[in-house]
């Protein structure tokens, strides 16, 4: 299928086609960038909200009810659920995917999960092209629901207009929460499974941590769900249109938007610049028998690559 | 200070010394790579241990454990505890590192965090360097204690000879294991926290699953330990020196830290280069200007400056 026959396909809303385009996306297909610069103009209209937190944190369920609330107001949907590759996992975490069928016969949402087949520039550049592809499919709203709490789950955040950050009553104490490193990338934290006992203290902490660390003039609010319960949905929904209405003004939004496009390319710079450097130290072999024996050490080594990438 | 004195230091093992010199890890100083070339040939000695799991799992007190297996068999140990670094969290990670104190008037241990105060890239290569001070300050044994289970414990991982991955009972099931990405960089497997329910089974969960994806020689062993109790301790030890056997037969230890050397130089090289794309970026300002306008894709746009950077 021709590039310019996906595109059409795309902006026609067609679901195959959208399926396919992000299979071509997981697999780094060859023919991106020309898919790429023939939809581009027709990006830009989607608002992205990015799901993360632990593994077991109940971020399926919330993408579920996300997508209830967006369908109730009218909204079209699109999810694109970041799965690991594992060799370990194989076809379990569909389980959870399965989860969301309830919407599975709606015309108005379409969800998908992609492998993390890449390594870490991979996934960082592969999300914002398939949501590039569900926004120019014509998508209201598109959610990126990731697995964990690391540092492909901050990359993959930094796609994200909003970023909700869901944490579990007990699931840890703050300083946990701290530890995993993903207090600064919330712009709304979610306390999910509520009915649980120390749901309010958790809450509180995070609040009182919040405080701590503010210096921007978005001061993330602390929603309380029960996804499973449906409890919390509009709330949590209020919120995230309180955090776009915050982007909206003084051209806030556009300026995130900037930064995450040029941020984009330089990840496709450096990724490119990356596998040259691999070509560089492929055409030494003698570079491992070196280091191992001493001979030269990892900076001298790196320096002689460098002075012979200059040279080419 | 010097590089030849900061070198002559680590090598006479001075601990006051050696810590600098992971500070200067720490912060990029540029004397390191001249540091690095001179106490290269002194390392290689130590044998290197990694310690990842979900935070809270009881990575801290499994490391005194490991401290004091190592110590009642006279070899000396470095270790490197590494603190994520958040306006949030300030010093309050400090606490489990107190923990430690234990061993904090023996001579024979020398404990040191270390804060990922740069990107991923930085710490992949700040770890590997501190873990050759320590090396080539005389230390038998290193043990480098990751706080979270993402990819910046992945890449941590990858600095050691084997790696321990830590779970709990009731952390979530088999499948958040999995999901969290940690399987395939286990050498061996703990259960901490042993004396709560659900042990046996998890222990069980995770064998299934090594035998699922196995298609090493190295079949990771499960170990059920309860570090607060100190039980299970001994078991631990005897299963690293189990891997540590399994390669240093058929030269696999060299071979893995010959692909390590390899990494390191590959990521130092990618990393300068990456420093040319972004200062690339900074020449162009209108770029921007031209993503948000659409007038031109990422993918054109990294084309243009990957031209660029050719012609330079």
Known sequence: M??????EGILAGDRRVVARAISMVEDGAPELSELSSLIYSNTGWAYTIGLTGAPGAGKS???QQLIKAARSRDLTVGVIAID????????????????????ATDPGVF??????RGH??????AVPEAIRILDASGRDLVIVETVGVGQIEVEVA???DTTLVVVNPGWGDSIQVAKAGILEIADVFIVNKADREGAERAVRDLE??????????WAPPVVATSATKEEGTDTMWDAIQAHRAYLEVEGRLLLKRGARLLNEVEEMVSQSLKERAAQLLEADPDLVTSLQ?????????????LARAATR
Request: positive net charge.
């Open 293 to 305: 024996q001493r001979r030269i050490d990892p900076y001298a080594a790196s320096a002689a690559i």
């Open 208 to 217: 009182t941590m919040i405080g701590m660390g503010l210096d921007d003039a």
């Open 111 to 116: 969800i998908r999960s992609m492998a993390t």
């Open 2 to 7: 021709k590039p310019q026959k996906v595109a």
């Open 84 to 103: 690991p590759t594992s060799p370990f996992t194989g076809g379990a975490l569909l389980g959870d995917r399965l989860r969301m069928q309830t919407h």
């Open 120 to 125: 870490l520039g991979g996934l960082a550049l």
């Open 158 to 160: 930094k796609s994200a």
């Open 61 to 63: 369920s919330l993408t």
